[in-house]
C-alpha cells in the first residue's frame, strides 16, 4: 500500500518536531550555563551523574544493580546514548554492579579506576565487560584534572600511590573534588577518616566544598571532625538505601554534619538529589 500525501506531512511532522526537541534542548541548556550534580536513588549504593554547561558528562559509580539505568534515562534525553567518562571509585559491588551494564547500553569514552582489585564476581564481571566493549581505561591518580570545559573541572586528590594491593578496598577510592568558578563539590567514595587524615594533612582548607558527598554512606567510619572542619559543607548528601542491613547513616554522623551548619540530604528520603550551579550558587532542584 502506498503512503499517502496526508501520511507524508504527519511523518515530516514528527521529524521536525524532534529536531526541534534536539536543538532548542541544547540550546537552552547552554544558555543556562549550569552545571548539574546529580546524587541518584541507586538504593543501598552509589551513582553520581555529572553534565557540565556544555555537555560533558561524567558517572562516578553505578551502584549494585541495573537500577542506575533508569535514573541515568531520566536524567538524560533518550537521543543521548554516550558518557564520557566513568569513574570507579572502588570495586566494592554497591559501587560498581550497575557499571557492566552501564558500559553495554552507553558509549564511554574512558573508565577511570583506582587500581584497587577485588576477587569479586561483579569484579570479573566489569574487567570483561570493558575488554569485550574495548573500552580505554586509565588509573586514577591524585594531581590529573579532567577539563569539562566551560571552567569545570575536575581534579583527583587520591590516590597518590599504587592502592592494587590493599586490602581494605574503601581505602583505595578515588576522592574527586568538582570545581565550578566559586563553587564546589567533594566527593570521597567510601574513604576511611584515616583516608580523610591524609588529605586533610596535604590540603587543607584547599578541600573547601560547597557539597560534601557523605564518605561510606553517612557510616561513622567516615566524616571526621577534623574533615568536615576543612571542607566546610553548606550541604552534605548521603547516598543510602531505606532500611539498609547496615544501619546507614548514623545518628551520630548526621549530628555531626548538622554541627558543622550543613544541610543534611539523603536518598533514602529524598530520592534522587540534584543540584545545579551557574559558578557562583548552588541550588537544589
Known amino acids: 500500500m502506498r503512503p499517502t500525501r496526508e501520511n507524508a506531512r504527519i511523518g515530516l ?10 536543538i532548542w534542548t541544547h540550546i537552552v541548556h547552554g544558555a543556562r550555563g549550569e552545571l548539574t550534580v546529580a546524587f541518584f536513588d541507586v538504593s543501598q549504593g552509589d551513582a553520581i551523574f555529572i553534565e557540565s554547561p556544555s555537555g ?13 539505568l533508569r535514573a541515568l534515562a531520566d536524567m538524560m ?13 572502588h570495586p566494592d559491588k ?43 581505561t586509565r588509573r586514577a591518580e591524585r594531581g590529573m584534572v579532567v577539563d569539562f570545559g566551560d571552567g569545570v573541572y575536575a ?28 563553587t564546589e563539590f567533594m ?15 596535604r590540603d587543607g582548607a584547599l578541600l573547601k566544598s560547597t557539597v560534601l558527598k557523605a564518605g561510606h554512606h553517612g557510616s561513622k567510619t567516615s566524616s571526621s571532625e577534623l574533615f568536615l ?3 566546610a559543607p553548606k550541604y552534605t548528601v548521603i547516598s543510602a538505601g531505606k532500611d539498609n542491613t547496615y544501619g546507614h547513616p548514623h545518628q551520630e554522623v548526621i549530628d555531626r554534619f ?13 530520592g534522587t538529589v540534584v543540584f545545579h550551579s551557574d559558578g557562583v550558587v548552588v541550588k537544589v532542584e
Do not use: C, W
Not at 13 to 22: D, K, Q, V, Y
Not at 109 to 136: C, P, W, Y
Not at 173 to 181: A, C, D, E, M, Q
Not at 187 to 201: M, P, R, V
Open 13 to 22: 511532522l514528527i521529524i521536525f518536531l524532534l529536531a526541534s526537541i534536539f
Open 56 to 68: 560533558n558528562q561524567m558517572l562516578i559509580d553505578g551502584g549494585a544493580s541495573a537500577m542506575v
Open 77 to 89: 534525553p533518550f537521543y543521548d546514548r554516550s558518557i564520557d567518562i566513568v569513574v570507579a571509585t
Open 94 to 136: 554497591d559501587h560498581i554492579g550497575g557499571l557492566p551494564d552501564v558500559l553495554e547500553r552507553y558509549s564511554v569514552g574512558t573508565v577511570l579506576r583506582s587500581g584497587a582489585k577485588n576477587d569479586t564476581k561483579i569484579f570479573e564481571a566489569l574487567n570483561q565487560t570493558i575488554d569485550e566493549m574495548n573500552i580505554d
Open 155 to 182: 581534579e583527583i586528590l587520591f590516590p597518590d600511590h599504587d592502592v592494587s594491593k590493599i586490602t581494605d578496598t574503601n581505602d583505595a577510592s578515588i576522592i574527586i573534588r568538582l570545581v565550578y568558578g566559586e
Open 187 to 201: 566527593l570521597t567514595g567510601d574513604a576511611s577518616q584515616k583516608i580523610e587524615k591524609y588529605i586533610t594533612s
Open 229 to 231: 572542619a576543612a571542607v
Open 258 to 270: 548538622r554541627q558543622f551548619g550543613a544541610t543534611v540530604l539523603s536518598t533514602m528520603e529524598k
